[in-house]
């Protein structure tokens, strides 16, 4: 098996080469080869990867080569592919078309999702969670996420990790106590960021949507599924911790402003670990200002530089912006007559997802 698998990646590293110079998708700007090989350089599965890719290219050879087996397995993947000395043209296409259709595969049921429902943490201001808990199906009870939001804070010393602003509440709350002489959490005076205090959020790395159950099921739906699977692809220990109740444990959440907030969930910063408890943070935006911050090592934090870097290098990330643009205007009932309103996304994340 690990020959089988060492002859896979050579194949692999071979097609995304041969690829790489017809790597775009009509206008949309996005470069789904590219993206193939740098979730190939980012994922702790190879194996796994390799399957999944397998599958998708076996799906196209089984139709260029007329073939009336399974090409979907490895093993018969390879075994085809091997079988020519030369590729004819079409299998040529039927290669590219499976690495193009793993691609939109990926952001179909891992990026897009993630991308979707990351803004969507219930208490996104002090005393809101249990406001949202009644808006919002299948997230935790209004005493784990108030015990989440205390640990955090605590945690996090009562600031943004990203800003380091300090927490609005807590602060006046100290002041009405020891007046200009109020103090952080380690001790410094606070009276000269009276200016720059902010209400702080407590944002999960991933969303309960992802974890949750649906109403009446009893297992998760396919498309979360298929989700928690190419997760397991980058890092196979980070949905048994945050699955059940584990995903409203601080190990799942940091503490941020409403802005940064935002830019996290919109994949515009990231954290990357520079050893121990210190993280680097990363803009897409090269003139933001960089800051270290100090944060418990945790292997969920540390997947968010892998999608970030994936969705920016391939362009993903002005792709799945578009379809969500489109899905907004689904949702508002402004249909495109020339067919291009995405119905098959909303309805995948409307029903795999949001209302689970």
């Known amino acids: 098996m690990p ?8 194949t692999f590293d071979t097609l995304t080469t041969q690829f790489q110079d017809r790597d775009h998708i009509n206008n949309t700007g996005l470069k789904p080869i590219l993206l193939t090989r740098l979730v190939r350089d980012q994922v702790i599965d190879k194996n796994a990867f390799l399957r999944f890719c397998s599958y998708f290219i076996g799906e196209e050879l089984g139709g260029a080569s007329n073939n009336n087996y399974n090409l979907t397995e490895l093993s018969a993947c390879l075994s085809c592919l091997n079988s020519r000395s030369i590729w004819a043209a079409e299998i040529i296409e039927a290669l590219y078309n499976g690495l193009v259709n793993f691609a939109k595969f990926i952001i179909d049921n891992l990026f897009m999702p993630l991308k979707a429902l990351s803004t969507k943490t219930p208490n996104s201001t002090p005393g809101s969670a249990c406001h949202l808990l009644s808006q919002e199906a299948g997230i935790g009870t209004p005493q784990r996420l108030e015990e989440l939001r205390d640990n955090c804070l605590k945690r996090d010393r009562h600031r943004c990790v990203v800003t380091r602003h300090v927490c609005r509440v807590e602060a006046r709350a100290r002041f009405k106590v020891d007046g200009v002489r109020f103090v952080d959490d ?22 309960h949507s992802l974890m949750s159950l649906s109403k009446g099921e009893q297992t998760l739906s396919e498309s979360k599924q298929l989700a928690h699977k190419l997760l397991n692809m980058f890092d196979p220990s980070v949905v048994p911790r945050i699955s059940g109740c584990d995903i409203d444990k601080p190990i799942n959440a940091i503490t941020l402003i409403e802005r940064a ?3 996290f969930g919109n994949f515009e910063i990231a954290f990357e670990h520079l050893g121990g408890h210190t993280y680097k943070i990363d803009y897409v ?17 540390l997947l968010t530089p892998d999608r970030t870097k994936v969705l920016h290098m391939s362009a993903a990330e002005e792709y799945i912006d578009n379809v969500l643009r489109k899905m907004d205007e689904t949702y508002r009932r402004q249909l495109n007559a020339n067919g291009s309103t995405p119905i098959d996304h909303y309805i995948r994340l409307k029903l795999g997802f949001v209302m689970s």
């Open 3 to 10: 020959a089988e698998y060492a002859r896979a990646m050579n």
């Open 261 to 263: 907030h935002t830019m």
């Open 186 to 207: 380690d001790g410094a005076g606070l009276y000269a960021e009276r200016s720059t205090m902010e209400d702080l959020e407590v944002a999960h790395i991933f969303p």
């Open 285 to 301: 935006d090269p003139e933001e200002i960089f800051t270290n911050l100090d944060l418990p090592a945790t292997r969920i934090l």
